[in-house]
């Protein structure tokens, strides 16, 4: 089966104020495979998400979904094209219920579609739906990242960008999201996401690119560079190392 690309960033700048965080970005995501964004802090990796969702300015450069161009789309015009996006940390209403979230979620789709769609996501969710009539404050946190996700789920998106999911979760919740996420990839859904649990993304990712102040230093297969022995320079820093550059234009 060929793959095809389904995010690409060509020569993307931006960043906030005159203070530019991605310089010349340039890389791919294949449809339907999870990609890992991974580098030092301040490398760039949630600022990709950011921009990517309309919410950071294209200063130079072209964004291509499916291989149209949505440089400078709004979030609410990207939602329409399929992308869905779980910034870090909690982005819930705690003191809405867990229904009321989920309706907010669907906001843009009508409540009617909402609500049909309300117990489909719910069953890939059991946990929630069993507290769907409790304050999102009341959920533990494993059970409001899986409430953020679900959220999410009911724009059946073709894209989703997380950020940072398993900040905060315990590593028997954070096992079940990246199953949920290789679930939904092999499914067809395209992940893109920031992640520092770098080893345990890895083991469930098909792709990774690593960016150093901004821009690629690598893209290799996630198996690949889960078995380098630079794994953890390439992560804390430094990926511009020799080892490392010979392999940025795979």
Known sequence: MTEQT???FDDVVAGYGEFM?????????QRGKI??????????????LKTLFGLLKVRQGRIRLDGQDITGSSAKQLLAHGIAFVPQGRNLFGQLTVW?????????????????????????FPRVKERLHSQASALSGGEQKQLEIARA??????????DEPSIGLSPMIVRSVFVLLRQLADQGTTVLMVEQNVKSAL????????LESGRRVLQKPAQELLADPHIERLFLGGAHAPTASTQAAA
């Open 21 to 29: 965080i991605l310089n010349n970005l340039s890389f791919k995501a």
């Open 35 to 48: 990609t890992l964004l991974l580098g030092p802090n301040g490398a760039g990796k949630s600022t990709v």
């Open 100 to 124: 009321q979230n989920l309706e907010l979620g669907g906001i843009t789709l009508g409540m009617k579609t909402t609500h049909e769609r309300i117990p489909e996501v719910l069953e890939r």
């Open 6 to 8: 389904c995010i690409e």
């Open 153 to 162: 789920m009911l724009l059946r998106p073709k894209v989703i960008l997380i």
């Open 203 to 210: 083991g469930i990712s098909d792709e990774a690119v690593a």
